[in-house]
Nanobody, 115 residues
């Protein structure tokens, strides 16, 4: 019953910004650990950012200072604000939520950074 829906991906020029959003439906804790992962062909899946509890966050070294993860305090929604985007940020971005013994994933949203 748990479903995740990502939105906000698209094509952007280097140096530009995008904001990804992930809306969760179903029965999960309001503060279940959530995160954003990305996958590029030829590269293993990478944890980009994670938020645990109310506001504790962690980031991959490659995105520190450029990306910000946040969550809505009233509902199970997580955002990823991406600034100063680089071509190497191009990937399919996936939203993840951990609930009990299960991991749930969205379908992914394509982010392409190119001139």
């Amino acid at each position: 019953q748990v479903q995740l829906a990502e939105s906000g991906g698209g094509l952007v020029q280097p140096g530009g910004s995008l904001k990804l959003s992930c809306a969760v439906s179903g029965s999960i804790s309001r503060f279940s650990p959530m995160g954003w992962y990305r996958r590029t062909p030829g590269k293993e899946r990478e944890l980009v950012a994670r938020i645990v509890g109310i506001s504790t966050t962690a980031y991959a070294e490659s995105v520190k200072g450029r990306f910000t993860i946040s969550r809505d305090n009233a509902k199970a929604t997580v955002h990823l604000q991406m600034n100063s985007l680089k071509p190497e940020d191009t990937a399919v971005y996936y939203c993840n939520v951990k609930h009990g013994a299960n991991d749930y994933w969205g379908q992914g949203t394509q982010v392409t950074v190119s001139s």
